[in-house]
C-alpha cells in the first residue's frame, strides 16, 4: 500500500483527475451502488487489487471526485461512508473504497 499525505488543496486534487480502475478489476453501478469487480477468475492467495490511500484531515468534510465506470466519466460524492478513520486522520482510495470484502472468504 502506499500512502500519500495531502497537503494542498484535496478537492483540487481529486478534480484534477480522473480516477479508474487498474487493470484486472472494474467499477461497476448496482442496486446498492458502485462495487468493484475482477474481471477473471482469480487464484487462491491471487494479489487483485493493491491500495493507493490518501491520507486527509479526519473531519466530516465531502468531496467531489471523477471516476470512470465502464467508460464514462461520472462525477461522484465522497463521505465518510468511503474513507477510513484512525490516529487522527482519514484515509481513503479510489476505487478501493467500493470493495466489499469477506473476512472469511
Known sequence: MVA??????FQAILTSHVFKAPQGVEIRRGGHGLS???THP???GEV???ADEIRIPADARQ???LVRILG????????TMHTVRYDGIRTFDIPGCFMN?????
Open 4 to 9: 500519500t499525505d495531502v497537503t494542498a488543496d
Open 36 to 38: 468493484l469487480h475482477v
Open 42 to 44: 482469480v487464484r487462491a
Open 48 to 50: 487483485i487489487y493493491q
Open 63 to 65: 468531496y467531489r471526485a
Open 72 to 79: 464514462q466519466v461520472h462525477d461522484l460524492r465522497i463521505t
Open 101 to 105: 470484502h469477506s473476512c472469511d472468504p
